[in-house]
């Protein structure tokens, strides 16, 4: 077996590497803080957070998803611990997504929440 060392992997025609057509790094990821100003602390894929109301954010794609299809899935850090919440990751777009934060049936914001998505872009 043979082992390939590289720093870097690029696809040739552009987009994230793949093998066997599955890709390899996911599309979009972030981690931001949602409370106070709204600030990305590092992200891939990203152009920017939108802080729509309490708890909830539209992330922004630099390069927008080939279709509304693609999966993500979002953590964060619990403000709260005994408050009985979740996390919705909803209104799938081509160009964002809208993520919430809620507890106890009431949205809140949260100082670290966490964003990633696999999906081909257009």
């Known amino acids: 077996m043979s082992t390939i060392k590289a720093n870097d992997i690029q696809n040739a025609s552009g987009g994230i590497p793949t093998v066997k057509s599955q890709q390899l790094i996911p599309t979009v990821w972030v981690n931001f ?13 990203v152009s920017s957070i939108t802080d729509v109301s309490a708890g909830r954010y539209d992330v922004n794609f630099a390069v927008a998803m080939a279709n509304a299809n693609y999966c993500a899935t979002a953590t ?19 160009g ?7 507890e106890n049936s009431t ?16």
Not at 33 to 45: C, K, L, Y
């Open 76 to 94: 964060l850090e619990r403000q709260v611990s005994w408050l009985d919440g979740g996390i919705n990751v909803a209104a799938y777009a081509t």
């Open 96 to 102: 964002s997504l809208r993520v919430e934060n809620y």
């Open 107 to 122: 949205r809140y914001d949260t100082s670290r929440f966490n964003v990633m998505i696999m999906g081909g872009q257009a």
């Open 33 to 45: 803080n949602g409370t106070g100003t709204v600030a990305i602390r590092d992200s891939e894929g």
